[in-house]
């Protein structure tokens, strides 16, 4: 089970498309690294993976649970905010097969995990911050 936390904001790149990027929607790199960092500066435990073929894929580990945390992004494509746009970071909790078929240790909105990216986005300013299932 994935939980969205959706936000919109001008502050990263959603207009240059980088030499290095898989294709053309490959943004997220400094909204990771920012996020990451926002995340370990609240004692998570955080790093930047990589660039996937949607964004970008990082992890983290908090009250006892690690994840998998990956960003992406869609520009508005406004002429005056080329980089103004939606960004999504996406939180995945990892479980083991037990926890699987049992159906325990389920990602939720109440997770410490969800509650301070919302707050971080939210802090920071981001307009429309919402958890999305």
Known sequence: MIVSVTCSTDRFNLSVVGDDFINECCYGEDFSRW?????????????????????WANTAKEAGNSYLMCVGGVADKGP???????????????RTL??????KNKISAEDPLVKKVVQILTSAGFSQVEIEF
Do not use: T, Y
């Open 80 to 94: 005056d905010h080329p980089n103004r746009g939606q960004w999504r970071v996406m939180l995945e909790r990892n």
């Open 35 to 55: 996020l990451v960092a926002s995340l370990e500066s609240q004692a998570v435990e955080a790093n930047v993976l990589c660039m996937e073929d949607f964004g």
């Open 98 to 103: 037990m926890d699987k078929i049992l159906g």
